[in-house]
């Protein structure tokens, strides 16, 4: 229901109580906790003013019905765009990144399951558990380098989609690093959760990208957006668990450690639910739950500092980020050009949230005709560049940094 229908609903409909609950009933379950506040205050607001109980709160209400229609208003644009956006993407990059759904919510919450061995037999495998534990004695006993706790998606029989966008829960399995690490030596599937986000600054117009640190366990010197591992709650350390939203917080806390901005404000943005799957050289899958996107400040580029362990923060307009895929090279760190390389599934948040008009964290979007016309001219640069250069722009996934002591899940 749009603004401007709830508000012509409200007044001719009678005061009884059966159709006050009816229509808070009416409420989308998949709004976000603000939204449903303010619809539930507007019938509230029409059954008092039937009553004659609204002296002085006409303007506070107006305000409150003009917001919610702006954001409903805003929330049904980018849903109408993306099915399109979504399937676009997929033709293009479905064999190496898919996207399963867009949030305009809370980001789901994980579940951690004691998963039994018919669900994940490659976690007991005796070969998996044994190089699990010399990479644990060799690497990642303190003070040598932390071993953090992951998350691994649980596909059970019977289950529905783990990635459906309506769910509010996602299944996992906890697990750490060093478990991580031999189930790549020995080539073994898992997907592993993680979250992140698009950020931009619209004060100098710049997409901020993160290029990974050539010693990156997986992805090495490609071009890549913000996020990484949700850390699950074990008996060590609380991590992620410790709050309302354990991907909000993972998000965030990435964003921080990767870019030196802590302070990103996402509660209200879009969610996009992507999974990059295994590679011949990485057998570890990624589902990724991420703000599409987050606006920063002036005053927050100005706090940028890359992370060397992690990679170096770049920034490009929206018109350098067409050159940059339109030629398929980059400036590197010796100042030369070097080809353009890409993480999969970073290019394809960038472009989702172009096609989706770019939008804010709190789902407006304000340069929607410009990232419009970006995306097309990008989708059709990349559709020219990949019949003959696809190596290029998606090079190998593993990198020399394999035996690094920092996850470098993504």
Known sequence: MRGGDVDSHLHSTAPSHPDLFDLISRIDSSWDISVKVVAILVVAYAVCRRLGLTEGLDGAVAGGVQ??????????????????????????????????????????RPIPVDAAEAVLPDLYDKAVLTTAKSIRAAKHFPPMGENLSHGLVLRETGDAEPF???????????????????????????????????????????????????????????????????????????????????????????????????????????????????????????VQYYYMGVYVSRKQ???????????????????????????????????????????PSGLAHVLVWLGLGAPDQTLRCPIEARALATYRDVMHDIEAFLRTNEERLYPRAEGAGSGASHPASR
């Open 67 to 108: 917001a919610l229609s702006v954001r409903l208003s805003a929330r049904s644009k980018i849903q109408a765009r993306w099915p399109q956006v979504q399937a676009k993407i997929n033709a293009l990059l479905g064999d190496k990144v898919v996207l399963h759904g867009l949030r305009v919510s809370n980001m789901p």
């Open 164 to 286: 459906d966008a309506e769910s509010d829960s996602i299944k996992i399995k906890r697990t750490d690093y060093a478990t991580i690490e031999a189930l790549r030596q020995h080539g073994r599937p898992g997907t592993v959760v993680t979250a992140g986000a698009v950020l931009y600054c619209k004060e100098t117009d710049e997409i901020l990208l993160q290029l990974r640190a050539a010693k990156s366990a997986t992805h090495p010197d490609c071009l890549h957006t913000f996020g990484g591992n949700y850390e699950p709650f074990t008996w060590v350390n609380e991590r992620d668990d410790a709050f309302e939203e354990p991907l909000r917080h993972t998000a965030i806390r990435e964003v921080g450690e990767e870019t030196g901005i802590a302070d990103i404000e996402a509660k209200r943005a879009a969610v996009l639910i992507a999974e990059q799957l295994p590679l011949p050289t990485c057998s570890t899958g990624f």
């Open 301 to 343: 580029l100005a706090r940028i500092k890359s992370n060397d362990q992690e990679g170096r923060v770049y920034r490009f307009t929206l018109e350098a980020f067409r050159k940059l895929i339109k030629r398929g090279v980059r400036v590197g760190r010796d100042g030369r050009e070097h080809p353009t390389a890409f993480v």
